[in-house]
């Protein structure tokens, strides 16, 4: 059992990652010929296309995608509760909200890791490092405008890692379920 769990949370989790990383390529105007943003497109039309017919975006941001990425946060934690024989009724709408917050959290994170890691490897123009860079910036230049670059010393990423912790660690403490999504 533990093995299905495993790779349902898996697939849950790999799509709706693909679905934020697509909410967050149109949010900030990302380049859409980059191999990486060709790939999320491609992974995620065949959910997003029908709905994008009916539900249309507001101001820049895709509705379509953002309700397939809640139906599928919120299945997620429903299928889960499930198998372990638990029922949460209308308390797993709330819960759809919070996996869906958590989850462009924890990518946000692992985006923020493969820059610091590529960074430190890659020499030159990289169109992946270049679109993580785009889809960070929005979360780490407000930082940079705080913390000056400080001899060739980049601390946005350090801070934002911090930043990102302690809210975790608040939202754990007053928020129930979080420490199980």
């Not at 934690?77 to 759809?96: C, R």
């Amino acid at each position: 059992m533990e093995a299905i769990v495993y790779l349902l949370r898996f697939a849950f989790d790999a799509l709706l990652m693909i679905l934020i990383i697509r909410i967050w390529l149109q949010w900030v105007k990302a380049d859409f010929y980059n191999p990486l943003s060709q790939f999320i497109v491609k992974a995620s039309n065949p959910l997003v296309v029908p709905l994008r017919r009916i539900i249309p975006g507001l101001g820049g941001l895709d509705l379509a995608t953002l309700l397939v990425a809640y139906v599928v946060a919120t299945l997620k934690f429903v299928t889960l509760a499930a198998i372990a024989g638990e029922s949460l009724g209308v308390l797993a709408f709330y819960i759809g909200l919070l996996v869906l917050v958590k989850q462009a959290g924890f990518l946000l994170f692992i985006m923020m890791i493969i820059m610091a890691i590529m960074s430190w490897v890659v020499q030159g123009y990289n169109a992946t490092l270049m679109v993580l860079s785009q889809l960070t910036e929005p979360f780490l230049n407000p930082i940079r405008k705080i913390i000056p670059n400080l001899g060739g010393l980049d601390l946005s990423m350090l801070v934002a890692f911090l930043a990102m912790n302690v809210i975790n660690i608040l939202l754990s403490n007053s928020l129930p379920y979080w420490g199980a999504l």
